[in-house]
């Protein structure tokens, strides 16, 4: 079934686990991630960042839509990053459930001003918004946005942005990068940052580039209250990676026959992320 990303959450939120949020921009690996969201019985957020979106095109969420539909498990369909109010309208045209808007490079005040306005809109049409404060940083140059330093959300400063804007969801930087960490930067979270956040601020937590952060780490994350993890690189380095080992036997030509192994070989990540999120079986509580 599909749902709102607030109705989603909120079970999140009551429960103390957290939904893994799967950037999605390839047919094939969209279903293999609804597969193994259903054979986990975990609730799934398909994740579709703008350029994700541009690659794709806007007509292939007509298939999203159709696919979470029938699916066992619930489904949010969120639009990853949205960087300007007019590409909320569009996420909001093409069908998406939970949108997010990304001022965190703003000033404060004008991260507030656009999130509320992004807010109006979506929530007149039964739209969920993430919002975001602070800044989470970049690893590559193939890492989605972020900041070259981190800056860290403020409890009070989340407090108040969550009251003026109505957003629904909140991503926090607490020591976070996307992309995949090279050898010498070893991530670190500020979990103690985490629990003075989550004192003060009751809606579902959002932590994104958490692909490649320690497991322990992660796992304490969702222990003290974070409801929605964003995961691409991980699930994107496993297909990729099976991939080009598939591709050594330079006889296939056929996307059915390279395909399924990548597709397997991410779907085992994907499982371990649904499992360290204690997001399996959790569907049944919808
Ligand atoms: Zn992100």
Redesign the pocket.
């Known amino acids: 079934m599909l749902l709102s990303g607030t109705d989603l959450l909120a079970v999140a939120n009551k429960n103390q686990f957290a939904v893994p949020a799967f950037n999605v921009s390839d047919y094939a690996m969209m279903n293999g991630l609804f597969e193994i969201s259903e054979e986990k019985k975990a609730p799934l957020l398909i994740a579709i ?1 703008p350029d994700e979106l541009s690659h794709v095109g806007v007509d292939m969420m007509r298939a999203v839509i159709a696919r979470a539909g029938r699916s066992s498990v619930p489904v949010a369909i969120h639009f ?2 949205g960087a300007s109010y007019e590409q909320i309208l569009l996420a909001i045209r093409v069908g998406f459930t939970s949108v997010m808007i990304d001022g965190s490079m703003l000033p404060f005040a004008e991260n507030i001003a656009l999130t509320r306005r992004a807010v109006e809109a979506a929530h007149a049409v039964g739209v969920s918004v993430e919002g975001e404060l602070g800044t ?1 940083g970049k690893t590559d140059s193939e890492a ?3 900041a070259a330093t981190i800056i860290y959300t403020e409890p009070d400063d989340a407090v108040t942005f969550v009251e003026e804007t109505g957003v629904d969801t909140l ?1 926090i930087a607490i020591g976070t990068c ?1 992309g995949i960490y090279p050898a010498w930067m070893k991530p670190e979270l500020k979990l103690e940052l985490l629990e003075r956040i989550k004192v003060k601020v009751s809606i579902p937590l959002v932590l ?2 958490v692909s490649n952060n320690p497991d322990t780490e992660i796992g304490q994350a969702v222990k003290l209250g974070v409801n929605k993890i ?1 995961i ?1 690189s991980d699930i994107k380095v496993a297909y990729h990676d099976k991939m080009r080992e598939v591709l050594t036997d330079t006889s296939l030509r056929e996307p059915n026959s390279i395909q399924p192994p990548c597709i397997a070989a991410m779907k085992v990540t994907a499982a371990h992320k649904i499992d360290l999120f204690d997001a399996a079986g959790k569907a049944e509580l919808y």
Request: charged share 25%.
């Open positions: 960042h990853d990053h989470i989605e946005d972020g991503a996307h994104h580039g964003n691409s």
